[in-house]
Nanobody, 125 residues
Framework: QVQLVESGGDLVQPGGSLRLSCAASGFIFSHYAMAWVRQAPGKGLEWVSVISSEAYRTKIADSVKDRFTVSRDNAKDTLYLQMTSLKPDDTAVYYC??????????????????RGQGTQVTISS
């Protein structure tokens, strides 16, 4: 059974940083592309970052480009999202997601086949 458990969400002031982690189990982590997606209050699901199975390929959404970095440690079955220069607009529940294959084509949200319970990130002074 696929399990994805996010951690690291918090209340942070604008300009601050956070590092989210996602512990994966129940599947061969190193075989699958992974993504971070988020959902802000009253809005739909938005993909934030995607990383291929061996981390050869990554993509960051324009809304967070130059501020967020995605990485993974396949030895630890863990996905990370390093977030810097946080803004109030980054306030959302952040989810770790498993994609169907080792990489992706097009909108990664269409390829999600499992998602964690999410971790709340709140940016406020």
């Amino acid at each position: 059974q696929v399990q994805l458990v996010e951690s690291g969400g918090d209340l942070v002031q604008p300009g601050g940083s956070l590092r989210l982690s996602c512990a994966a189990s129940g599947f061969i982590f190193s075989h699958y592309a992974m993504a971070w997606v988020r959902q802000a209050p009253g809005k739909g699901l938005e993909w934030v970052s995607v990383i291929s199975s061996e981390a050869y390929r990554t993509k960051i959404a324009d809304s967070v480009k130059d501020r967020f970095t995605v990485s993974r440690d396949n030895a630890k079955d863990t996905l990370y999202l390093q977030m810097t220069s946080l803004k109030p607009d980054d306030t959302a529940v952040y989810y770790c997601a498993k994609l169907r294959g080792s990489t992706w084509l097009g909108d990664p949200i269409r390829l999600i086949d499992a998602r964690g319970q999410g971790t709340q990130v709140t940016i406020s002074s």
